[in-house]
C-alpha cells in the first residue's frame, strides 16, 4: 500500500501526463492545419510529433484499457524519435555537405543498432521487457546525440551561421534542449530505480511529465507565432 503522499504525487504525475498529451495534440493539429507551408525539416520533425501522440495513446490505452505492461512501447519509441529527430536536425543546421553525409552514416549505423537491440528484446528475449529486468541504455544513448545537435544549434544560431528570420526553428530546438537535457538525467535514473518500488521513484516520472508539458509547451508556442507571422504576410 502507498502512503498519501505518494498517492498524491503519483495523482499529480498522471494529471501532468494527460495534460502533457493534450497539449502535445494542439501541437500535431497546429502544424497539421498548415502543413503545405511547412519547410521539409519542419514537417520531418512534425512528424516526430505525431509518432509521440500514437505512442502515448498507446501507452495510456495499454495502462488504463487493458491493463498491461507498456514498458516494450519505449524501444518503439525510442527507434524512431532517434531517426527522425536526427534526420530534422540534417535538414535544419544548415551544414555543410560533408557533415550531411557524416549525420547520414550516423542514422544509418544508429538505426541498424536499435533495431538489431529492439528486435532482440521484442521478440526473442521477452523476458527482459519485464521490469524487472528492464534496461534502457538506448534512450540515454540517443538523448546524448539528439542534446549534441541541439545544443550545436544554438552554437551555430549565435555564430550567424543560421538565419534568425525562422522563429519556429528556434522554437523547436529551444524546446529539444529543454527536455532532452532533463530527459537525459531521468531516463538514466529511471533505468536504475524501474525495479525499485513506486514511492522511490515517482518523483522521477513527476519530473518527466513536467518536462514533456514544458516541451510541448514551447513547441506549440513556436506554432502559434509562426502561425500569426504567416497569417501577417497573406495578401488581404
Known amino acids: 500500500m502507498y502512503n498519501l503522499f505518494t498517492i498524491t504525487l503519483l495523482q499529480i504525475t498522471e494529471a501532468l501526463a494527460f495534460g502533457a498529451v493534450g497539449v502535445l495534440l494542439i501541437a500535431v493539429i497546429l502544424g497539421g492545419s498548415w502543413y503545405t507551408r511547412l519547410p521539409w525539416g519542419i514537417r520531418l520533425f512534425w512528424y516526430y510529433l505525431v509518432m509521440v501522440l500514437i505512442i502515448e495513446l498507446l501507452a ?136 525499485t518500488p513506486l514511492n522511490e521513484s515517482i518523483v522521477l516520472w513527476l519530473l518527466n511529465a513536467l518536462l514533456a508539458l514544458v516541451f510541448y509547451g514551447i513547441v506549440t508556442t513556436g506554432f502559434i507565432i509562426q502561425r500569426r507571422i504567416w497569417k501577417r504576410l497573406q495578401p488581404g
Not at 518503439?76 to 551544414?95: C, G, K, N, S
Not at 555537405?97 to 528486435?119: E, H, K, P
Not at 538523448?143 to 543560421?162: A, D, E, P, T, W
Open 60 to 195: 495510456k490505452y495499454h495502462a488504463y484499457v487493458i491493463m498491461k505492461d507498456n514498458v516494450y512501447l519505449l524501444h518503439l519509441y525510442t527507434f524512431f524519435e532517434f531517426v527522425l529527430l536526427l534526420l530534422f536536425f540534417r535538414e535544419t543546421l544548415q551544414l555543410r555537405r560533408r557533415a550531411r553525409q557524416i549525420i547520414l552514416w550516423c542514422i544509418v549505423g544508429m538505426a541498424v543498432a536499435l533495431i538489431a537491440y529492439s528486435s532482440n528484446i521484442l521478440f526473442f528475449d521477452s523476458e527482459k521487457l519485464q521490469r524487472q529486468h528492464f534496461q534502457l541504455y538506448s534512450k540515454a544513448i540517443t538523448n546524448f546525440f539528439i542534446l549534441f545537435f541541439s545544443v550545436l544549434f544554438f552554437v551555430r544560431f549565435v555564430g550567424g551561421h543560421i538565419k534568425r528570420d525562422n522563429r519556429v526553428l528556434f522554437w523547436l530546438y529551444a524546446g529539444i534542449l529543454t527536455y532532452f537535457s532533463g530527459s537525459f538525467v531521468i531516463f538514466m535514473a529511471i533505468n536504475q530505480l524501474i525495479r
